[in-house]
């Protein structure tokens, strides 16, 4: 086990009806916020006006911006920056998914910087401070509602980076599974996809001796895939929900990934094409990982062979090798039965293209742990992915 | 899934050399702390003079308060108490086990009370703030390092109290397996018992779809089952005394109970046993737990005959009712090879005592959640324990 840091200081505020408590625990805090969010959907599911009358109760005063889309832009931040300085505004409120969270980090992030945000992304300058974030969460995924990361998508530059540090940890976060009874079913899936696809970057790992989190990455992958199925078939199953919302919180906030190396090679690699093809990170991964896992299994063979017995429930009487293709194919194949692309020619990227999205993916060097990706390797994945 | 409101803020510094990092971290909160520690082994191990030389270095100074024994006396508290009102030191130190690190939380409490820290334990007042708490661990055991709990002896009253908030919570904890080479056997068993234990509290819950944290239980219980007899065959094992460590330390930071309904009766039964008889708290839950679980077991079969497969391996081909009996017996065995007692009349414990001692148990009312027990139930479990 290698030394570890383990800081998740975020409380979690988790069951029906606790988007109630967002006002008085904002208070707590500021008694002036950014209420940040995306498209119309909390106006229509009436979160956005429970949240409102929460903050008003609690004499909270806010400011709104809205707009955040997929894969968030570097421009709204900026907006988001320049009214906080404006209005002297010095706390975050994010609704919604990722994206929206992570566009609060970076705005928090943002305001107290005397240069462009964008330094901390391209690792031009280390931030030494940031606002107060806090999230309701409106979409179980990224995991961003407990994380240390912060991903952002430079529109004009189609660079999609990603920054990790503690200072944006949200200081609290609202987790109500009934707001997910209204996402549409493919968001589900990209979901499940990614808080899989965080615990994966997690639990492949050759540091010997990682026992308990070997089993606790293996346990939570169980809950997620054991109930993602009964979320699509019932998008009102409040205990399927349950789960795979606090699957999705436990998958990112750092707990899985101690005494291991992480690897963040197929994020990387998904990056590269969801910053080109403006496609849902969910579905990239879908798409790069079981291609990313057949292309490296050969370097711990009895790890994915572990992997096939405890996460998939394969027999073990078949050969390490045997056993890890079927844990591979098992992916793939659940994945498939979510709805989701798993090539891609299922969402229309030319051939052609793969060589330059290789060379975007390593851009910074070489990229990965479990095996260090070259270019060449990430042009193979994509291969393999097409 | 009940809602849940989950704080874990503590962070963890874990693996080799990590105690050299004391007094950078302590410096982050205060120029001067309260260095409170047990009998000697931490000067024989040198810890005492690795912790006393980063002090300095980091120009913390400091106030020794030694002499915490198991079971913490509320004594040494009021005296820690009066040390640091006179000398206005505002953070507390813990080096050691459980009991320095409850001793140390108990101190933290009763510094800004203005009436006597017993009352908080008698919940006759409510803690409204408390001095900053950091731990450099020495025993994995009780969980105290990250834990909102605190538990203290009053020795005048013979009762063994706890108490729980939030304000307790470590603001940093340094775990360095290699501290725990120099364990007596015995301590390391009694630890191993004592995480089970927590995790058991946990557990054996009747809420109903709370999969994710049945599986990061049963996970968390494998690894620390299967490393436990590795440290009692060698004591050097850096990497089995890891998972040991990180697992008690999970065991008890609150995770494994969220959504869950907590039990704690066999913690209750225990103290008024080890309040009593001044016997290592582990020893007494070696004893308890078997008793409690073949009394209540019936309460929810099918949980003991899952808890029978999935952490001890047993075949399920078994009736629920003969899986429950098997994974029971396999608990009581397991604390047998550890070298602990699993009966009352090991540790002299006459018969006639059982009574006071269940009267003992419940002075504050009914106890547990999972099943709901009185003063005749807690008799019927010390007498099969007996």
Request: net charge neutral.
């Amino acid at each position: 086990m290698n030394n570890f840091d383990f800081y998740s200081p975020t409380r979690i505020i988790f069951g029906r009806d606790t988007q109630l408590q967002t006002g008085e625990n904002v208070k707590q805090y500021a008694s002036k916020a950014l209420l940040h969010y995306g498209g119309g959907s909390i106006k229509k599911s009436g979160l956005y006006a429970q949240i409102t009358a929460s903050l008003k109760a609690a004499e909270v005063d806010f400011t709104e911006l809205g707009g955040v889309v997929p894969n968030p832009r570097l421009g709204l931040v900026r907006q988001g920056i320049d009214i906080c300085r404006r209005e002297g505004i010095k706390f975050i409120l994010a609704v919604g998914g990722g994206s929206v969270i992570d566009s609060a980090k970076a705005i928090a992030l943002g305001v107290p910087y005397n240069g462009d945000v964008w330094d901390f992304f391209i690792s031009k300058a280390k931030p030494q401070t940031a606002l107060p974030v806090a999230t309701v969460l409106t979409i179980p995924a990224a995991g961003s509602e407990s994380s240390l990361s912060v991903v952002i998508s430079n529109e004009e530059m189609q660079l999609k980076l990603g920054h990790k540090t503690n200072l944006v940890r949200p200081v609290f976060s609202i987790l109500n599974p009934e707001f997910c009874f209204t996402l549409p079913k493919e968001q589900a899936a990209y979901g499940v996809c990614d808080m899989m696809a965080h615990i994966f970057e997690r639990y492949f790992s050759n540091v010997p001796h990682t026992e308990l989190t070997d089993n606790l990455c293996e346990g939570a992958l169980r809950a997620i895939i054991a109930n993602a199925p009964r979320v699509l078939a019932d998008m009102h199953s409040y205990d399927a929900w349950a789960e795979i919302m606090f699957g999705g919180n436990l998958a990112h906030n750092g707990l899985l990934g101690m005494g291991r190396q992480e690897d963040w090679a197929s994020h990387a690699i998904e990056h590269a094409l969801s910053a080109a093809y403006d496609i849902p990170h969910g579905q990239g991964l879908a798409i790069v990982f079981p291609a990313w896992m057949k292309y490296v299994y050969k370097t711990n063979t009895a790890l994915f062979a572990r992997f096939a017995a405890n996460v998939w429930g394969e027999d073990l009487p078949l050969s390490a090798e045997a056993a890890a293709l079927k844990g591979i194919e098992r992916t793939e194949q659940f994945f498939k039965s979510l709805g989701l692309p798993v090539r891609l020619r299922q969402i229309n990227v030319e051939q052609s293209a793969l060589e330059n999205l290789a060379r975007k993916a390593t851009a910074f060097g070489p990229i990965g742990a479990f095996k260090r990706l070259e270019t060449k390797d990430v042009l193979e994945i994509y291969k393999l992915a097409y």
